[in-house]
C-alpha cells in the first residue's frame, strides 16, 4: 500500500493536481503545496528527501505507534492527530492517525489507512473551496475529525441512555456485556481526545509566522469541538459507571434476598428440628411412646411453634423485606 496525492493551494480557494513523478515546482506567492501519502508501516520514504526532510521528519511520519502531539522544529510544525475509524469492517475505536509536517509552503500528510476526513478535504479542495493556508488546512482536518467522531459519541450516548432506562425497569443482568462495551468504546476514544485537544491548543498559541489570525480562530473552534467530544465521552463513562453501580447494588439485594429466605426457612426449622431430635432419642420413659394420639398431638404441637415463629418473624418485619 503506497497512494499519494498532491495538490498545489493558490490560497485563494483553488486547487491543481501535481504529479510527484516529475519536478515539483515550487508554490506560488500566497500559497503552498500538499503532498499526502498512503503508506504501509517498513517501506521507505525516499520521496520524503525531495520536500526537504530530514531524518527527525522521516522518524515522526513513519513512527510505528503514535498520540496526538504538537512538535516545533524551527518554522515547521510535526503533528499527530487521530479520528474513528470510519472504514468497511472496522471498530469505531481502533482509531486511525494522521501524521502532519507543515510549514509556511507545504504540507505533508501521511497515514496507514484511509482516514475519510482527509478525502472529504481534499474532495472540497478540488472543487474550489481548499483551505488558504497549511494552518488552515490542519484546523480544517480536525474539524472533520471531529465531525466524523461525534456520531460514534452521539451512539454511545444513546446506548447508555437504553441502559440506564432498562436498569431502572428492572432488567440487570443481561446488560452486563453491553455495558462493558460502551465503557471499553469511551475509554479508548477519551485517551485520544484529551491529547488531541492539547496538541490543537498548543499549535493555536506557538509564534509561528505562518499562522494568522484567522487561522488561530479556526484552531481554536476545532481545540473547542475535541474538547468537547472528550467532555462527553467523561460523562458517558461516568454515567456507565453509575449504572454500573447500580447494577451492583440490584444484584447485591437480590443476593441479601435470598440469604434472607433461606435465614428464615432455617429459623424456622432449627427448633422443629430440635424437638423432633428429643423426641427420636432411643431412651426410656420417653413421653407418649404407649399413647396412640401421641404423634397428632406433637404434629400439632409443630405447626402450632412454627405458626407462632412466622407471627414472630412477621412483627419484626423479617417477612415483609422480601
Not at 404441637?301 to 415463629?309: N, P, S, T
Request: aromatic content about 4%; some cysteine; proline content about 5%.
Amino acid at each position: 500500500m503506497n497512494e499519494r496525492f498532491a495538490l498545489m493551494l493558490d490560497g485563494a480557494g483553488g486547487a491543481v493536481s501535481v504529479d510527484l513523478d516529475g519536478p515539483i515546482p515550487a508554490p506560488a506567492e500566497g500559497g503552498f503545496l500538499w503532498v499526502h501519502v498512503m503508506q504501509a508501516a517498513g517501506t521507505s520514504a525516499e520521496w520524503l528527501a525531495a520536500l526537504g526532510g530530514d531524518g527527525l521528519v522521516e522518524a515522526a511520519l513513519m513512527a510505528e505507534e503514535t498520540r496526538p502531539r504538537c512538535t516545533v522544529l524551527d518554522e515547521t510544525v510535526l503533528m499527530n492527530l487521530r479520528g474513528v475509524n470510519l472504514n468497511p469492517g472496522a471498530q469505531p475505536e481502533d482509531m486511525v492517525s494522521m501524521r502532519i509536517w507543515a510549514g509556511a509552503r507545504q504540507i505533508v500528510t501521511v497515514t496507514r489507512r484511509q482516514v475519510q476526513a482527509l478525502g472529504d478535504l481534499r474532495t472540497r479542495s478540488e472543487a474550489g473551496k481548499a483551505p488558504a493556508s497549511p494552518a488552515e488546512l490542519i484546523a480544517r482536518l480536525a474539524l472533520r475529525l471531529a465531525d466524523r467522531a461525534e456520531p460514534v459519541v452521539a451512539e454511545l450516548n444513546e446506548r447508555i441512555d437504553d441502559l440506564e432506562e432498562q436498569v431502572a425497569a428492572g432488567h440487570t443482568m443481561p446488560l452486563r456485556t453491553a455495558l462493558a462495551d460502551i465503557r471499553r468504546v469511551s475509554i479508548v476514544l477519551r485517551r485520544y481526545m484529551f491529547p488531541q485537544r492539547d496538541a490543537l491548543s498548543t499549535l493555536e498559541i506557538e509564534e509561528l509566522p505562518w499562522i494568522g489570525r484567522a487561522e488561530r480562530s479556526s484552531l481554536r473552534e476545532a481545540t473547542e469541538r475535541v474538547t468537547r467530544l472528550a467532555e462527553e465521552l467523561d460523562a458517558i463513562r461516568d454515567r456507565a459507571q453509575v449504572v454500573h453501580d447500580h447494577m451492583m447494588d440490584a444484584r447485591a439485594e437480590q443476593m441479601n434476598r435470598q440469604m434472607l429466605l433461606l435465614s428464615v426457612v432455617a429459623a424456622i426449622f432449627l427448633p422443629l428440628g430440635l424437638i423432633t431430635g428429643l423426641l427420636g432419642i432411643n431412651v426410656g420413659g420417653m413421653p407418649g411412646a404407649t399413647s396412640p394420639h401421641a404423634f397428632w398431638i406433637v404434629s400439632g404441637g409443630l405447626l402450632a411453634v412454627g405458626a407462632l415463629l412466622l407471627f414472630l418473624f412477621a412483627r419484626l418485619g423479617w417477612l415483609r423485606s422480601r
